[in-house]
């Protein structure tokens, strides 16, 4: 025994026969052998292409990420090769994320997710009493105190009903923390599914990243998947402003949905016209079932904000025709035009009364992604349900506890969104100066964004009453048109292809937000600093400038 242990210690174990009577070398021999016929044949095919996966993925579009952002992505890693160009970065106004434009975080909001990251720092000075609270109240809903625990799938407790008494408090009509639904932000859908649910991903060549094996499928998506049903004219549309947010058109299509479009007046500021409803959903009527209504209020890409009469006759619209409404509201805080003022549909809604209020089915969304928090990366965010039958309100929970839960930092982090500090709190002096300086930059530069747009022949702006974007209307001549059509590029795709090449601000073309036929526009991002911005339109203005005379 001992011999033959030291025998396998050194590899020299004495050769032993296979089942058929073969050795093992010679089984070994013969292995290779057929693995080297088999690698001289041409390479297995694939299980996964574009013809066997999934047609509702192949149809998904997003623009905010699309061709022109990888672009921009193929042109920085040219400049930190040395490659020359005419600019020397890549100003990437595509997104609306905050902090990578410069914004600095709301210095409460860090302390208390420090403090719940960190719990040993709750000994420390450093911190304020108030922050402290916070970090305490959530940890000891989370099991074990930590962050790293899962929470239920609706939520952390706690934080729901801060989230209720934040609607509360808003709206002055009560909100009931069972009707809330702590998410993974507002606007996460599961576009990235496959086959089957695939986690929400981001990819560095072949490695993916992403928030967790048990994905959040996004609150508008959970929605959304009870709603579809049917077939053929019995299909479930969905109605969406245009221009819209390209997530809604994404997972309308990986859905199978139908898309139903409602256009926006761009010559009355963008505003929502009821009787364009109501065509739309005639003409919808012939080729599927119409269920869902979404508004985005302050609009994205399009920054109107939706006055009390425009919301109340929505509503009105959508409770005679039957219609499950969904109200984006992650933009808030993000009001700048004076003569404006958010109203959120729930507030309306109970508003109008009984009638309304009891029948109503809306789910409304709120984020810690946009406002003036800018926290994008948490990846918070909650959606209210009212007016869901029992039944299905038990459908949408177990839809939910396949997810696991969302992020608990997230949740962490729309907790201190509805519970910031308040009068006599050691923060609050802080957090308010701090929110308005935020909130007053972003206006200022939404009147210069404006301002300056308007003064350039060939581009028309309307204001910017609220969001954090510009969706200007660009003149693109006939031959620009043509040169385009031989690209295979629509002509505003072309525009932002060249402007992206020649000045290396990256911006977004209104093709992949939807227009009316025959207008062009792209989206651009007023989040960078003023100086910045400023530079942003001075390029943006001569190049249009070139642009036209070139192609005139």
């Known amino acids: 025994m001992q011999r033959a242990a030291v ?17 093992h070398s010679s089984a070994a021999a013969e292995a290779s052998a057929a693995l080297k016929v088999r690698s001289e044949r041409s390479p297995r095919d694939r299980i996964l292409t574009l013809e066997s996966m999934n047609p509702q993925v192949k149809a998904v579009e997003y623009a905010v990420r699309g061709p022109i ?12 090769r040395g490659i020359k160009k005419p ?20 210095t409460f909001l860090r302390q208390v997710m420090a403090l719940c990251t960190y719990p040993d720092l709750l000994s420390s000075p450093s911190f304020p009493e108030d922050a402290k609270k916070r970090a305490r109240r959530i940890l000891q809903a989370c099991g074990g105190n930590s962050l790293g625990s899962y929470s239920a799938s609706q939520g952390v407790n706690c934080i729901r009903e ?8 808003r709206d002055g009509v009560p909100a009931d923390p069972d009707n809330i639904y702590l998410t993974t932000g507002a606007s996460d859908g599961s576009c990235f599914e496959v086959a089957c649910e695939f986690p929400r991903a981001f990819q560095i060549d072949n490695a993916l990243i992403s928030t967790g094996a048990h994905e959040e499928i996004g609150p508008k998506t959970t929605i959304l998947k009870l709603l579809v049903s049917g077939g053929g004219k019995s299909r479930t549309g969905v109605m969406i402003p245009i221009p819209q947010y390209p997530l809604y058109s994404a997972v309308i299509s990986e859905l199978d949905a139908v898309q139903v479009n409602y256009y926006l007046d761009e010559e009355n500021c963008w505003a929502l016209n009821v009787e364009e ?21 302050p609009g994205n890409p399009t920054g109107q904000v939706q006055s009390r009469k425009c919301i109340e006759d929505v509503i009105h619209f959508a409770w005679e025709e039957k219609l499950f409404l969904l109200a984006d509201e992650v933009y808030q805080d993000n009001v700048y035009s004076p003569d404006c003022r958010f109203h959120s549909f729930k507030k309306v809604l109970y508003q109008m009364g009984q009638e309304y209020s009891g029948n109503v089915e809306l789910a409304s969304f709120h984020s810690t992604s946009k406002g003036y928090m800018g926290e994008c990366g948490y990846r918070g965010g909650y959606m209210e349900v009212i007016n869901l039958h029992p039944e299905i309100k038990g459908q949408l929970v177990k839809l939910l506890s396949v997810r696991l839960c969302p992020p608990v930092s997230g949740q962490a982090a729309m907790d201190i969104v509805v519970n910031p500090p308040v009068p006599g709190e050691e923060s609050f002096e802080q957090f308010s100066r701090e929110k308005e300086f935020v909130l007053g930059n972003l206006a200022k ?18 204001p910017l009453q609220g969001a954090m974007y510009a969706f200007p209307r660009i003149l693109i001549p006939a031959k620009a048109v043509e040169a385009a059509q031989s690209h295979k590029m629509a002509p505003d795709m072309f525009y932002c292809m ?6 290396g601000i990256c911006v977004v073309p209104g093709s992949g937000f939807g227009q009316r036929e025959g207008t062009h526009h792209f989206r651009m991002t007023i989040l960078p600093p003023v100086e910045k911005l400023k530079t942003v339109l001075h390029k943006v203005k001569d190049f249009h400038l070139k642009f036209l005379e070139k192609y005139s």
Do not use: Y
Request: glycine share 6%; charged share 25%.
């Open 445 to 462: 530069k939404a009147k210069l964004t404006e301002d300056l747009f308007n003064q350039v022949p060939g581009i028309q702006c309307n």
């Open 7 to 23: 025998l396998v210690r050194r590899g020299s174990c004495p050769r032993a026969s296979g089942p058929w009577g073969r050795s």
């Open 277 to 297: 409803l109501r065509r739309a959903l005639r003409q919808a009527k012939d080729h599927c079932d119409p269920k869902v209504l979404c508004i985005i209020n």
């Open 87 to 106: 600019f020397t970065e890549v100003i990437r106004a595509n997104i609306g994320d905050a902090h990578a434009m410069g914004q600095q975080p709301i």
């Open 498 to 503: 060249k402007l992206l090449e020649e000045t």
């Open 162 to 169: 801060d989230v209720a008494a934040f609607i509360t408090r």
């Open 69 to 80: 952002v990888l672009k921009a992505g193929e042109i920085e890693m040219e400049l930190q």
